[in-house]
C-alpha cells in the first residue's frame, strides 16, 4: 500500500499512509514522537512509584485496575495542561483527555472518527467542508458538547494567531468555521485544501463554557476538563493520575484507571518495563536494552515509520553553515545506516535525504535513499569542502575568508541512544575537518533552543502533521523567523528557499497527481540543499502482556484507541 493523494471533491475519501506492518515483536523508539519529550531519555523528573500506587478498593466495591505507562515528564512539562500551547505541558497527555474531530493512526495512515461522527463531505468546489459530531460525546464536568465547541475552539487559533501552529487562517485556507445546528461544523476555505482533514486530527476541542472565560495564550488549565476516554484526577512528583471516563461515549474503557509514571531518564523507564512495573511507555526506551527487554516474551516493540524525523539540525543562517557547501559535507560525513544499526538497534528507518518520512509511501522520493552522491563519503565530504574554497589550518580544521567550521552541537541529557549517536557524528565530523563542542540539554530545553535559533547544530526530532503536505511545509520560509526570535512553525533550520516555496504553494491545491510530482520536485532540492540531516525515521511502542491482553496493534498499541479495549489476564 502507499499514501495516496485524493480529490477532496471525492467525499469521504481520505488522505491515507501506507506504512510497514507490524513486526511480531514490534514497539518502542529510540526517541519519543512528542518532541518537547523526544529521544530515549531526559532529565530531572523523579522516577518513585510510591505515591502513585492506587488506592485500596473499599469494602464491597469493585476493585481497581490499573494500567500504568511510563514516560520521562520533566517538571517544565507539567506546568500546564493547555492543548493551545505548545510548550509547557507533556502533549502525550492530551490525547488520553481530550479528543479531536479525527485521529491520525500513524500506524495504517487513515484517520479514524473521535468528535466527528462521519468523515466529511466536501462541496463541489472543494471549498466547504462539512462534517457531522456525535452528540453521546458530553464533557468530564457533566455539560453536553456542541458544535458551538468545535466553532469555538478553531475561532481561537483565528484570533490569536500564535497559537495557530500549523497556520490553518493562513489567507489561501480557512476562511470561516461555523456551527449549523448543535451537530454539524461548517469549514470554509479560501482556496482548495485537500489535507484539511488529516490537519483536523491536529486540534484538541476544547470545552467553550470553561475557556471563553480565560485568555488561551495564558491559562494554565491546571484541572482540565475533555470529552476523551479519561479524566483528569491529579498530579504528584511520581505519576499523573487519570481514571476512566465511565460515561466515554465511544464506550467506557475497561481499565479504571491510568497511572503516567515519571521518570528521570530512559534506562529507568526500560528497567520498569522490564521488571514489570509498568506495562509499556508512549516509545521511550533505552535502545541499548532492548535486546535484553525482549528475552521475556510478554515484551513486545511495535514499529512503523511514523511521523517523527531524528536529523542534525544545521541552523542555516549561522556563518559557515549558511554556506550549501558546508551543510552538503555534513550530510556526507553522516552514516545513516550505521547510525540505525548501532545506535537504533536496528529499530528505525534509515532516513529520507529528502526528509519525507518512508511512511508517506508513494510520495516519497525512494531513490534519495540510495543515491550513490548522497552516501556517507568523508572522503567526498573533504573534497567538497576544499572545492568551496576552504582549507584546514594547523588543528586540521577548515577555514574560509576567517569563519571557521567550528560549532556547538547539542544533544540529549541522560539518552543513552541519543548520546551514543551523537558521538558517532561528532566523530565523522571531524574527520571531514569540522571541530564540534558537545553541550548536553534535557528534550524540552533542546526544543527551546531550536525554535528560538539559539544554536549551531542540534541532535533532535521532528514531529509533523499527519499529512504530506504539512511535513514538507516544515521548510517553508512561512514556518521560519530569524535567529532569536522563536518559529511560528518547525523550520527551525531557518531555510529559506524560494523555489521550494513555490513549489509548495502549488501543491497545497493542486490535483493528487501533480502533488505527488510537486512533492517529489521538493524532497529533491532539500537533498540538494541540506537543510538537515536526515538521521531516520521512527515510530516505536514498547509494551507487555504479562498483566495485560487485547492490545490494538492495527494503531499504536499504548494509544488511548488501544487503552480503551485493554482487559486484564
Not at 461522527?117 to 468530564?140: C, E, I, P, R, Y
Not at 525512494?366 to 572545492?387: H, R, V, Y
Not at 569563519?403 to 561528532?426: D, R, W
Not at 492490545?551 to 479495549?565: F, G, M, N, Q, W
Request: hydrophobic share 35%; aromatic share 10%.
Amino acid at each position: 500500500m502507499g499514501f495516496s493523494l485524493l480529490s477532496a471533491g471525492k467525499n469521504k475519501k481520505l488522505l491515507s499512509i501506507a506504512l510497514t506492518a507490524m513486526l511480531s515483536f514490534s514497539v518502542i523508539a529510540g526517541c519519543s514522537s512528542n518532541s518537547s519529550n523526544n529521544g530515549d531519555s531526559s532529565a530531572a523528573a523523579p522516577s518513585g512509584n510510591e505515591s502513585a500506587k492506587p488506592e485500596a478498593a473499599s469494602s464491597g466495591s469493585t476493585a481497581k485496575i490499573s494500567y500504568r505507562l511510563g514516560d520521562i515528564v520533566n517538571p517544565e512539562q507539567v506546568n500546564n495542561f493547555n492543548p493551545f500551547l505548545k510548550t509547557g505541558n507533556y502533549r502525550p497527555l492530551f490525547d488520553y483527555i481530550y479528543d479531536a474531530l479525527y485521529y491520525f493512526n500513524p500506524v495504517e495512515g487513515k484517520l479514524i472518527n473521535r468528535l466527528a461522527a462521519d468523515q466529511g463531505t466536501w462541496s463541489d468546489d472543494q471549498k466547504t467542508f462539512t462534517v457531522k459530531l456525535n452528540l453521546k460525546a458530553k464533557w468530564h464536568d457533566g455539560q453536553p458538547f456542541t458544535a458551538d465547541d468545535v466553532a469555538y475552539t478553531f475561532q481561537v487559533l483565528k484570533e490569536h494567531p500564535v497559537l495557530d501552529s500549523y497556520q490553518l487562517w493562513k489567507e489561501t485556507r480557512l476562511s470561516q468555521v461555523t456551527a449549523s445546528g448543535p451537530d454539524t461544523v461548517v469549514f470554509q476555505l479560501n482556496s482548495a485544501f485537500p489535507s484539511l482533514p488529516n490537519y483536523l486530527s491536529t486540534v484538541q476541542i476544547v470545552p467553550k463554557h470553561i475557556y471563553e472565560k480565560e485568555d488561551p495564550e495564558t491559562f494554565l488549565n491546571k484541572q482540565p476538563i475533555g470529552t476523551g476516554a479519561f479524566v483528569f484526577r491529579n498530579i504528584n512528583e511520581s505519576a499523573i493520575l487519570l481514571d476512566a471516563n465511565k460515561e466515554f461515549y465511544l464506550g467506557a474503557p475497561n481499565i479504571t484507571e491510568l497511572i503516567i509514571q515519571r521518570f528521570k531518564d530512559s534506562p529507568a523507564v526500560t528497567l520498569s518495563l522490564q521488571k514489570g512495573e509498568i506495562q509499556g511507555t508512549t516509545g521511550t526506551i533505552a535502545m541499548p536494552s532492548l535486546p535484553k527487554l525482549l528475552e521475556n516474551k510478554d515484551n513486545k516493540l511495535q514499529q512503523f515509520p511514523g511521523l517523527s524525523s531524528y536529523a542534525v539540525i544545521i541552523n542555516n543562517e549561522k556563518p559557515g553553515l549558511s554556506d550549501p557547501a558546508v551543510r552538503k559535507a555534513i550530510q556526507l560525513a553522516v552514516n545513516r545506516k550505521e547510525i540505525v544499526e548501532k545506535g537504533e538497534m536496528g529499530a528505525a528507518t534509515i532516513g529520507n535525504p529528502g526528509f519525507l518520512s518512508q511512511g508517506f509511501g508513494s510520495l516519497v522520493d525512494a531513490s534519495l535513499t540510495d543515491k550513490p552522491e548522497l552516501q556517507f563519503n568523508i572522503e567526498q565530504a573533504n573534497k567538497t569542502l576544499t572545492d568551496a574554497g576552504y582549507s584546514k589550518n594547523n588543528k586540521g580544521i577548515y577555514e574560509k575568508d576567517g569563519v571557521k567550521l567550528s560549532f556547538t552541537y547539542y544533544m540529549a541529557a541522560n539518552a543513552p541512544a541519543q548520546n551514543k549517536e551523537g558521538a558517532m557524528v561528532t566523530e565523522w565530523l571531524k574527520q571531514a575537518g569540522i571541530e564540534t563542542m558537545i553541550k548536553l540539554a534535557t528534550w524540552p530545553e533542546l526544543t527551546s533552543l531550536a525554535t528560538a535559533g539559539n544554536y549551531d547544530l542540534i541532535q533532535n526530532g521532528i514531529t509533523v502533521p499527519p499529512d504530506p503536505q504539512a511535513a514538507l511545509e516544515v521548510f517553508h520560509s512561512k514556518m521560519t523567523a530569524p535567529s532569536g526570535q522563536n518559529t511560528p512553525g518547525l523550520n527551525w533550520a531557518r531555510f529559506r528557499d524560494e523555489q521550494i516555496d513555490a513549489w509548495l504553494d502549488q501543491a497545497a491545491s493542486a490535483s493528487a497527481d501533480e502533488r505527488g510530482e510537486l512533492y517529489k520536485k521538493v524532497q529533491a532540492r532539500i537533498a540538494e540543499l541540506v537543510p538537515v540531516v536526515t538521521m531516520y525515521s521512527t515510530g516505536k511502542i514498547p509494551y507487555s502482556e504479562t498483566a495485560f491482553t487485547n492490545y490494538d496493534t492495527s494503531v499504536p498499541a499504548t494509544s488511548v484507541i488501544s487503552l480503551e479495549k485493554l482487559t486484564k489476564k
